[in-house]
């Protein structure tokens, strides 16, 4: 069976194939940023899309290439489509909080909902926007089709509303040909921002410890952005301490002790109004192991963690910007993420369904699907090893052992390091074009 997560894959590789002509940015956009604010609400069963709001700041600094094409199919995405023409001229995947709720037992007696901002860039003329939400399945589950008309009055100019203090911390060059990662400051006072800066650079050392970042970290640029709380450390409901701080991270999301989230994503948009980001990390003041990585939404870790320094970091970026599940299990989950019938998008997870559109061209020859762990090269061969997903049966991952099961490994598997490899050169490089052998960008 194919689906809907794979046809996103095998569309974007024969695409690049027949040499089809890329959109060009200058052809459909303004160097500037729009922002679509949604709210998302619902139940396991039912879901909502709604839009909240319109406003613009000027400069884009996503990505320039690529355009039109997803690599991977996430939990849902949105597509911009030229009005006039019909031709799509921008598509982006990303995955939500709100859809991992509905997964929990709560989402079965109880309707929440959840804000969700994204930033697109603003097309010279009118251009209809189609968001789309997927199920476990990859098969839709609602949509919300609305047209962008660039003149509308009402579309809030924030250009005057930037005001969080920022830096460069490390530049690997002009922004329109490098990945912009907005690391942000949770919990952290004035008196405090000094040491934020320190950690930054710490943040930046753990990833680039890590191949391929090691090879590939001048495509990237690194911001610190640096709002003040009132109060520092983050909150923690299950120890009645609850934090008066920027974006009100907290521990305990959907009851789990070490799940640390942010309530709000347009409190962090707001934040970061004006700010070079395409991705952000969040650093938490606070020494209580744990974090949380939404693939294209952010990275949230405790800073000061005795038990992780920074390895916490290197597994959620793992999430929300390799888009790569985990890849441990335990299965005492509410709810199966990863049916059967159906393959995931992450690419290091299978359920052989269509694990050809993996890392099959990536087994040693004769090598047996599944694979039977002995512990020898756990982090080196690649496999096919039952047990991810959080699931010990039914789905499989490509090693023994990798920085996606275990923070005590100190790399990411070849299967894992190809993947988010493939993500920078999608967010760098024109179709076709193959990563430079240098770590230098050209």
């Known amino acids: 069976m194919t689906t809907p997560r794979i046809l996103l894959c095998t569309a974007l590789l024969a695409w690049a194939a027949a040499g089809r002509a890329a959109v060009r940015f200058d052809t459909f956009f303004a160097d500037s940023t729009l922002r679509i604010d949604y709210v998302l609400s619902g139940t396991n069963r039912t879901q909502h899309i709604a839009l909240a709001a319109l406003s613009k700041t000027p400069a884009w600094y996503g990505r320039r290439v690529n355009l039109d094409s997803l690599l991977l199919g996430g939990n849902g995405q949105l597509t911009m489509v030229d009005a006039a023409t019909g031709d799509t001229i921008y598509r982006h995947s990303f995955s939500t909080l709100f859809q991992e709720w509905q997964t929990t037992e709560e989402a079965t007696r109880l309707e929440r909902c959840f804000d969700a901002p994204f930033v697109v860039p603003l097309p010279h003329r009118p251009a209809d926007v189609v968001f789309t939400l997927l199920d476990t399945h990859g098969r839709l589950t609602s949509q919300l089709r609305h047209r962008i008309v660039p003149n509308d009055i009402l579309i809030r100019d924030r250009s005057r509303e930037a005001t969080t203090p920022w830096r460069y911390v490390r530049q690997g060059g002009d922004s329109r040909d490098c990945i912009d990662v907005a690391i942000v400051a949770e919990g952290f006072t004035r008196e405090q921002m000094p040491v934020f800066t320190a950690m930054c650079d710490s943040a930046i050392a753990a990833l680039a410890a ?7 970290i001048d495509r990237f640029n690194f911001v610190a952005v640096m709002p003040l709380s009132a ?18 991270a907290h521990y305990d999301t959907f009851y789990t002790e070490r799940y640390l989230t942010i309530p709000s994503m347009g409190r962090l948009y707001d934040v970061c109004t004006g700010i070079p980001f395409e991705h952000f990390l969040i650093l938490a003041n606070t020494e209580e192991y744990g974090g949380g990585g939404i693939y294209n939404s952010y990275t949230i870790a405790s800073a000061r963690s005795p038990r992780a320094k920074f390895e916490v970091i290197v597994h959620e970026m793992g999430h929300s910007f390799g888009g790569l599940g985990d890849e441990y299990y335990y299965d005492d989950q509410y709810e199966t993420m990863y049916p059967a019938d159906t393959e995931p998008w992450e690419p290091n997870l299978t359920t052989l369904v269509d694990f050809g559109s993996k ?4 087994l040693p020859p004769a090598a047996p699907v599944p694979t039977s762990a002995d512990g020898r090269d756990v ?8 047990g991810g997903g959080y699931q010990s049966k039914g789905v499989y991952r490509p090693a023994q052992e990798c920085r996606m099961k275990v923070n005590q490994v100190r790399e990411f598997c070849p299967v894992c390091q190809r993947a988010i490899r493939r993500i920078i050169d999608f967010y760098t490089l024109e179709p076709g074009a193959t990563t430079p052998t240098s770590h230098h960008r050209p």
Not at 231 to 248: C, I, M
Not at 359 to 362: A, F, S, V, Y
């Open 210 to 216: 890590h191949e391929p970042y090691t090879s590939l």
């Open 231 to 248: 109060e520092d450390g983050v909150s923690v409901p299950r120890r009645h301490q609850w934090a008066n701080t920027v974006l009100g």
């Open 359 to 362: 890392w099959r061209d990536m």
């Open 379 to 386: 982090t080196t061969r690649v496999g096919v090893y039952e």
